[in-house]
């Protein structure tokens, strides 16, 4: 058996003090430490994850800002290219009842008959307008049925083809045409009925014909040059074709 001096004892005590100490003071301190350490973690996570919700807004925007400027450079640059190719002559109709027409007499490149076109032109504009508010909601279609009319006019009047204004447009509607009536065509310009028209259009090429081709009626105005515009309506000319050959094989 072994006989612990006072010495001993003592010694025992304080060691035994010591993991007091430790168990009651060291180990809570250590926990303290490692959930502040969690926290600050956490706060971090936190803060990742804010900036990762940020970083995706922001590339969000930036795409719809290098939309907007692909938008405006495209615009831009059909400005240039229309600069060019605006002919010498113009009219406009500001509603309700005034219609401007610019001659310029020192160039002859074209015929009294196309100042007539441009003149009739207008003229449709005014005697189909109805309202501010009741109008065709493409300019495509408003300014299309326009120059289709005026240029039927001419040649039905004068037996003379004019070619100044939208010919893309013109010959589009033209092709339209083959399957829709004139009149019924008329009636809708002169009435402006945007529903009436998005449901010929359904009914004679498809249903949500209208719908699906409605950003190729839009970006034809905006085109940014003649081979751009020449490829989209192309690709609105063949949605018609093929709507009419499908319907034939269905017969």
């Keep these: 058996m072994i006989k612990f001096s006072m010495t001993n004892q003592l010694l025992i005590n304080q060691i035994r003090n010591i993991k007091i100490v430790y168990q009651t003071e060291i180990i809570p301190y250590c ?47 059909s400005l240039q290219l229309a600069q060019g190719g605006i002919p010498h002559e113009f009219g406009t109709f500001i509603p309700k009842d005034v219609i401007r027409i610019a001659f310029n007499t020192a160039d002859s490149s074209h015929t ?28 495509f279609f408003e300014e299309g ?65 209208y719908k699906n081709t409605r950003i190729e009626f839009l970006n034809l105005q905006y085109a940014s040059s003649p081979d751009l515009a020449l490829k989209i309506a192309n690709e609105i000319m063949k949605k018609t074709w093929r709507q009419s050959v499908e319907r034939k094989k269905t017969c």
């Design 112 to 139: 009294i008959a196309d100042y007539i076109e441009t003149l009739i032109h207008e003229y449709l504009h005014y005697a189909s307008y109805v309202s501010d508010d009741k109008k065709l909601s493409d300019v």
């Design 145 to 209: 049925l326009t120059e289709y009319f005026a240029r039927q006019i001419i040649k039905n009047d004068l037996d003379v083809s004019t070619n100044i204004g939208y010919p893309v447009f013109a010959k589009i509607i033209d092709q339209m045409t083959k399957r829709i009536s004139e009149s019924e065509l008329t009636d809708i310009y002169f009435s402006k009925d945007q529903v009436r028209l998005e449901q010929l259009l359904d009914r004679v090429y498809g249903e949500n014909f």
């Design 31 to 77: 926990i303290a430490r490692i959930y502040l350490v969690i926290f600050k973690l956490q706060d971090r996570e936190t803060e990742v994850a804010s900036l990762n919700k940020d970083l995706l807004a922001n590339q969000d925007k930036l795409k719809g800002y290098s939309d907007y400027y692909d938008f405006y450079v495209g615009l831009g640059q």
